[in-house]
């Protein structure tokens, strides 16, 4: 039995439901390595023995001088999910709490060889990628037992003499894992008595090629890839006509958002400038020579009025007015000033709209605000938020950009609006 190198006497955790596996592996953790782990055991409630199984965890830390920690849940909060991966989420978001507050060096869970080969199994079937079906991916959470077939857990137990709580609920075929296990696993016991072994070396396999990939899409990643803002922009460079560029920039945006579809990052790679297509919560547009990966924000179809310089709380961004003395301006500053003669309140703050014009500072014609924003450059998810301020009626301000000439600060003017906007609140 190969045990992973850990260090003696560290503050530890363990999951555990008093099952053989989690029963073998705090037996292993003080009889190997003197780590004497916390045992967390949630109680989800689910069926009817499950204070019972809880009465029995609490007997076996106090039994064999482990300290536990117990979370009560109640089925009812979990809002329609599926209730597999209400579980789950639930007790790993507890354990890694935990880490945190017990100041834990490890986290262990009692996988073994047999619940890899399940998962590998469910996963597959689900038409999951290299990283589903390898499944147990976290590197925060450590398996010792995960080579270690159930039989031999059994084993282990039962030369040790230890005692654990039976799960009814596993000899359950209404899951998918239990159907695997009690279904499936006879018939491949048939078809080749070897498919663990030959199982287990695919899944080992499979861990290494994704490190492979991992490491590969990181140096990739490291040299097209610069993140600004909370942006990221990923350089147009020559891996674009590659065979395998459509999978390694949907692999890219998966890291960061699972709702990426690998068809349409396909079309997105044919596309032209301005070409957007979207994940869960974030979008990918093409712009340039670049790729811009941002969050989706929301159309704002609402008006503001502003009735006087203090009267800017209701913006969806901050905005203030500074009055300052002419005699105190520098215009080679990369600043916005408004002659606070011409400036008159009401103003009207909005999303520019087509057929918008205004005359920019320091031209005489008019021009239409998509023509300006369009010379700017300015990538399509960035355009399509920009605001303009009316005032009776009349454009005249592309806020963060350029005022209508109207706005100038002239030779007559004693004080000037000093106009600051900040868009990342």
């Not at 560290?10 to 099952?19: M, P, R, V």
């Not at 507890?94 to 047999?114: I, K, R, S």
């Not at 709380?313 to 990369?334: C, G, K, R, V």
Request: charged fraction near 30%; include cysteine.
């Amino acid at each position: 039995m190969e045990l992973p190198e850990l260090i003696p006497g560290s503050k530890a955790i363990l999951g555990f439901s008093g099952g053989v596996d989690s029963v073998v592996l705090s037996h292993l953790l003080v009889e190997r390595y003197g780590i004497r782990p916390y045992l967390l055991h949630v109680n989800y409630g689910l069926r009817d023995e499950s204070d019972e199984d809880e009465r029995w965890c609490r007997w076996y830390a106090e039994e064999h001088r482990f300290e536990i920690k117990v979370l009560r849940v109640d089925p009812k909060d979990r809002d329609g999910e599926n209730l597999q991966n209400w579980a789950r989420n639930l007790r790993y978001n507890w354990f890694q709490e935990q880490v945190v507050l017990l100041d834990a060096v490890y986290l262990f869970t009692a996988h073994h060889a047999d619940d890899r080969r399940e998962t590998f199994l469910m996963n597959a079937l689900r038409g999951s990628g290299l990283s589903g079906m390898t499944g147990m991916s976290n590197t925060a959470i450590i398996r010792p037992l995960k080579d270690m077939d159930k039989t031999e857990v059994l084993d282990y137990a039962q030369t040790k003499e230890l005692t654990w709580r039976e799960d009814a609920s596993n000899q359950s075929t209404k899951y998918t894992r239990n159907k695997i296990r009690h279904d499936l696993a006879p018939v491949l016991d048939e078809v080749d008595p070897r498919w663990r072994g030959g199982l287990k070396k695919s899944i080992d396999n499979l861990i290494r090629d994704n490190a492979l990939l991992q490491g590969l899409l990181m140096d990739w990643t490291e040299g097209q890839v610069i993140c600004r803002s909370g942006e990221y922009f990923i350089n147009e460079g020559s891996w674009v006509n590659r065979d395998y560029a459509q999978i390694l920039l949907y692999r890219y945006c998966r890291e960061i958002d699972k709702g990426f579809s690998f068809k349409e990052i396909g079309h997105f790679l044919r596309g032209e400038t301005g070409h957007i297509t979207f994940g869960k919560k974030h979008l990918l547009v093409r712009d340039r020579g670049q790729f811009i990966l941002s969050k989706k924000r929301e159309l704002d179809p609402h008006e503001y009025v502003i009735n006087d310089i203090h009267d800017t709380d209701i913006l969806p961004f901050s905005l203030t007015f500074t009055p300052t003395s002419t005699q105190n301006i520098d215009f080679s500053l990369d600043h916005e000033w408004l002659s606070m003669a011409a400036l008159k309140f009401p103003l009207i703050i909005r999303r520019w709209r087509p057929g918008d014009e205004f005359v920019p500072l320091g031209m005489k014609g008019r021009k239409k605000v998509a023509d300006f924003l369009n010379e700017l450059k300015l990538p399509r998810h960035h355009k399509e938020h920009v605001y303009v301020a009316t005032q009776e009626g009349k454009l005249i301000w592309v806020l963060g950009y350029r005022i209508d000439d109207s706005l100038r600060v002239v030779s007559s003017d004693d004080m000037a609006y000093l106009a600051e906007i900040n868009h990342h609140i």
